[in-house]
């Protein structure tokens, strides 16, 4: 498996409060991503990274933030959490522009209560 | 916009049925096409994937698909299913002409195999 650790793996948190969840990865992968998988919609995704600094929005991007301030870490930011929130968050990277696959973390699952 | 469409949402077989699930993308340039399992409580894992070349992809555990370019279509087959093959399946198409490589995934069929 590829070193993609997210962290933390489990959250539970309250309406209103932010939260950051961190991916980190020792593969030296230009591409980054996160994704957040709810039952019936597969995987979205929510924000993507093309180089240290380069984001960019995903389908889902709306409450969410994301910084990468060095190849090997991408942080995920819940402004202010809501209910809708609550889901498990993969975190993804590939090797090279469109040419490879995406390797995943084991994902955080996160509770809004 | 790019898009991928699975259109079995739960697939429930006995073991040793033959299988196929269906995917169609809605892009039309080169794309990448890819199979993922998700066993219940891990993280995807890649099954199969097609770049170029032969449209008859193999993968693991004994898993192929089928890239019709003219139906859109990357259908994922498995001949005699085993109980533990009981998984989430996601199809997903990298668009080639992206500079971000981003990759687009379907809502996934849920497999259940009876024992």
């Known amino acids: 498996d590829a070193g993609i650790t997210q962290s933390p793996r489990h959250k539970v948190t309250e309406t209103g409060t932010p939260v950051t969840l961190r991916c980190h990865q020792t593969?030296?992968?230009?591409?980054m991503y996160w994704y957040r998988q709810d039952p019936g919609h597969g995987l979205r995704l929510i924000h993507y990274?093309?180089?240290?600094?380069?984001?960019d929005k995903g389908e889902v991007s709306d409450g969410y933030s994301v910084s990468r301030s060095k190849t090997e870490d991408f942080l995920l930011t819940l402004e202010s959490a809501t209910s809708s929130q609550t889901s498990v968050y993969f975190c993804?990277?590939?090797?090279?522009?469109?040419?490879?696959?995406?390797?995943f973390g084991q994902g955080t699952r996160l509770t809004v209560v | 916009a790019q898009s991928v469409s699975q259109h079995n949402h739960h697939v429930i077989l006995s073991e040793a049925a033959s299988l196929e699930l269906g995917c169609n993308y809605s892009?039309?340039?080169?794309?990448?096409l890819f199979w993922y399992v998700q066993y219940p409580g891990q993280h995807l894992q890649l099954l199969l994937k097609y770049f170029s070349g032969d449209p008859l992809v193999k993968g693991i555990k004994g898993f192929e698909a089928e890239f019709i370019k003219s139906k859109f279509s990357f259908n994922l087959r498995k001949p005699s299913v085993q109980w533990s093959d009981t998984a989430e399946y996601f199809c997903?198409?990298?668009?080639?002409?992206?500079?971000?490589?981003?990759?687009?995934f379907g809502s996934g069929t849920r497999l259940s195999i009876r024992p």
């Open positions: 993804a990277t590939v090797n090279r522009e469109g040419g490879t696959e995406a390797f």
């Open positions: 593969e030296n992968h230009r591409y």
């Open positions: 892009y039309g340039g080169t794309v990448n």
């Open positions: 990274s093309y180089g240290v600094k380069d984001t």
């Open positions: 997903a198409v990298n668009d080639m002409a992206s500079s971000a490589s981003k990759i687009i």
